[in-house]
């Protein structure tokens, strides 16, 4: 075994797919969220997939909820069978709050608590600000950020007010230094990262905690490589970033796993970058995206 992947890291099988791990080494115990429940928006594929099935290896049953619900009961399928715990697939637009209560409800009915929230449905792609439509704006923060606040708030109405809970958000840092051809999404995960603290602020006397992760280029997702992150792996542009690499979808599943946990219990209102320090050094090249952004244009047509 590499050393590498002694240390979790790089797995093959955590690149390019939305398959579950074919192999897993514990941090913390198995029983770490032993019959907790949590529904997670967009997960049916990508980060929210591997967060979803991290949870589940800990223990935890789940929903995974998003628009395309074949794709969901393909997933739940794969989950169920990789952890032995219950899936259940809904289908949600997290843009109608009716539908997420209808989703909430069911889940209430057919697994009795919800203990664990993830916002994970988002949108995001390049494009120049005078190319982006009002519309995708638009759409990009009906979808990132009301879809948050819309399923915080049914699911804190129909349980959490009562019983507690943990919300996690996962956001971005494209808003920390103004990212160049990200308007739509820096703008929607600026808002979402002040949701977080309005919200831990407002609900912790309800014992809820309300956290964020804000991930950087995550390999083996649809949103790597929308946003250019193989030509910029192939380019050697990660050189730039501390760590030298993208992350994983199974480190962003431990960022979240640590937040819901009670190793986490006095932490509420945080945003834990988990990024390998990429904000901090990257590059804002505007030629080099736009040149990504032609390039996808091209692929798309």
Partial sequence: MSELKQKGELLPEDVG??????????????????????????GG??????ITEILMRHGCDTVIASRNLDKLKEAANKLSVATGRRC????????QPESITAAVEETLKELGRIDILINNAAGNFLCPATSLSFNAFKTVMEI???????????????????HGGNIVNISATLGYKGQALQVHAGSAKAANDAMTKHLAVEWGPSRVRVNTVA????????GFRRLGGP???????????????????????????????????????AI????????????????????????EKKRDK
């Fill in 215 to 222: 991930p950087g280029p995550i390999s083996g997702t649809e």
């Fill in 144 to 162: 990132d950020t009301m879809g948050t606040f819309n399923t915080s708030k049914v699911v804190y109405e129909k349980w959490f007010q009562n």
């Fill in 231 to 269: 030509r910029g792996e192939a380019a050697g542009a990660f050189q730039s970033i501390p760590l030298q690499r993208a992350g994983n979808k199974t480190e962003m599943a431990h960022c979240v796993l640590f937040l819901v946990s009670r190793a986490s219990s006095y932490v509420t209102g």
């Fill in 17 to 42: 797919s939305d398959d579950c791990l074919s192999s897993y080494t514990y941090t913390y115990s198995p029983d770490l969220l032993k019959d907790q429940v949590a529904f997670v928006t967009g």
């Fill in 45 to 50: 594929s990508g980060i929210g997939l591997r």
């Fill in 88 to 95: 259940l697939p809904l289908c949600i637009d997290v843009r």
């Fill in 272 to 295: 834990l970058v988990a990024d390998g320090g990429s904000w901090l050094t990257s590059a804002n090249d505007v030629s080099m995206l736009l040149g990504y952004w032609s390039a």
